[in-house]
């Protein structure tokens, strides 16, 4: 019988070097996880997951042959099985906890004194299984039995390092704002969240004026501005008569040109996504200020931008700033396509509801460690830590031995002002869409008859 460490040494890649052994034992004994004499323990089950998640979220037959590990694909899926959901998510925010220190004290992490982080939504796929399907539901427009389950992703970046503190599955259909309180809890007084116009709400302003969290998000499309000063609103509850076309918001005062601060009411329903009793303990109104600049960039599709946020102070956080910094937040997407297309997330493997949330814990462990060494890597390299490519950390996460010094890695061009055109260059393979489940179409193809006729998908 091989020993821990005997068995982490076989499981070769530099994951234990970042995530030492001493931490999965910690966590393992404050939830209890048996430790029965067996090959596959907890802390050797969750390496294994790691590395199967490091490889591309590889198949078990090819994740043994990496490791040379001597065990079975049933063993190893009730090992994960044994891994509760609870201890893959604490691994999550252990792993954050150890990649944070990288981040606290430099100073160039910080946006005018304060920390900064990007509120999205996105989605991830997964197989077809009825409990999926039950749980996240899938896209419109599909047959019965002709799609697969998909779940809506919340997730929460570290605005300058690029961490994922918050990556939260939901059925497809929930608004991002549904779980967006749940992002504020690992946030301190004086952090700034930053996010696209659905974040943009009262009761979103006040929850995070409540926490002593400043917020910044772009105009929701329904929310009408206007910056003539001293103009009439129509006020909170139903608008009166010769009233309809005002804003809701009462005028304060002017900070600049199309520059305002501007006192938003309690609206009278509590939206969907919010306790009722939550909702009451809200104030009845928000400071917050309005602000709208032009984007001249060549190649944006947003000409005009218009902003609302809870930085209320034009000498502290002047216009330009603050546009600055919302226009940092696409980087949420590069984030993105390194999460789901680079490592993997965008089609999960597990067949279960708990699985796929185990799963997700432990590509965000992943992807913090290779943000980790790109922040180590910046720091010898003297560039900023967004410019490391993260491909070639993930690279060197991968095939490096435990105790290996870290090479210099490539480091991207800085290029301001790119874009590209939102289009495909490779083509599809010319087959037609699933219109009818597979068994029905493989009876057709074993006698040579049409299918039963419906409605196209």
């Excluded at 899926?77 to 604490?90: P, W």
């Excluded at 300058?160 to 309180?181: C, F, K, V």
């Excluded at 435990?402 to 991207?412: D, I, M, Q, S």
Aim: aromatic letters at 8%; charged letters at 25%; proline letters at 7%.
């Amino acid at each position: 019988m091989l020993s821990i460490p005997q068995a982490l040494t076989r499981i070769k890649g530099n994951v234990p070097e970042y995530l030492p052994e001493a931490t999965l034992k910690r966590l393992c004994r404050e939830l209890q996880l048996p430790f029965r004499d067996r090959l596959l323990t907890p802390v050797v089950t969750a390496h294994l997951f790691l590395r199967q998640v490091l490889e591309g979220n590889t198949p078990i037959a090819e994740l043994r042959r990496l490791t040379k590990f001597p065990f079975s694909g049933a063993a190893y899926c009730e090992a994960r099985q044994r891994l509760s959901l609870a201890f893959c998510q604490r691994l999550h925010f252990a792993a954050l906890g150890l990649c944070r220190p990288y981040s606290e004290h430099d100073r160039d992490a910080r946006w005018r004194g304060h920390r900064a982080f990007f509120l999205d939504g996105s989605s991830c796929s997964m197989p077809d299984t009825a409990e999926l399907q039950d749980e996240f539901g899938q896209p419109g427009g599909q047959a019965e039995g002709c799609g697969f389950p998909v779940a809506h992703l919340l997730v929460q970046f570290d605005a300058h390092h690029g961490y994922l503190h918050r990556a939260l599955a939901a059925p497809l259909r929930t608004h991002d704002l549904a779980h967006a309180a749940v992002t504020h809890e690992g946030l301190r007084p004086g952090d700034v969240l930053a996010g696209d116009r659905a974040f943009c709400s009262f009761a979103h302003l006040a929850l995070l004026q409540r926490r002593g969290v400043f917020g910044l998000f772009r105009a929701h499309q329904r929310l009408l501005i206007s910056f003539e000063e001293r103009r009439p609103h129509a006020g909170p509850g139903r608008a009166k008569p010769g009233q309809a076309g005002l804003p809701r918001s009462r005028w304060l005062k002017r900070l600049g040109q199309d520059d305002q601060l501007v006192e938003y009411f309690k609206p009278a329903e509590c939206p969907d996504w919010l306790d009722p009793k939550d909702y009451e303990k809200l104030p009845a109104s928000v400071v917050a200020r309005e602000l709208r600049v032009k984007v001249k960039d060549p190649g944006c599709r947003v000409k005009v931008l218009t902003l609302v946020t809870t930085l209320l102070n034009p000498r502290l956080y002047p216009k330009w700033a603050l546009a600055h910094l919302y226009g940092a937040r696409w980087g949420v997407e590069t984030n993105l396509k390194h999460l789901k297309q680079t490592l993997g997330l965008d089609v999960l493997r597990c067949r279960s509801r708990k699985g796929v949330l185990k799963e997700l814990a432990m590509f965000a462990v992943i992807y913090n460690l290779v943000r980790r060494v790109m922040t180590e890597a910046a720091r010898r390299q003297q560039v900023k830590p967004h410019r490391i490519s993260f491909a070639d950390a993930l690279r060197w996460l991968r095939a490096a031995d435990r105790g290996e010094e870290l090479p210099p890695l490539v480091v991207n061009p800085e290029r301001p002002g790119r874009h590209e055109p939102r289009v495909k260059k490779r083509r599809a393979k010319a087959y037609t869409w699933m219109t009818k489940p597979r068994a029905v179409l493989r009876e057709a193809l074993l006698h040579k008859t049409s299918p039963p006729q419906e409605d196209a998908a």
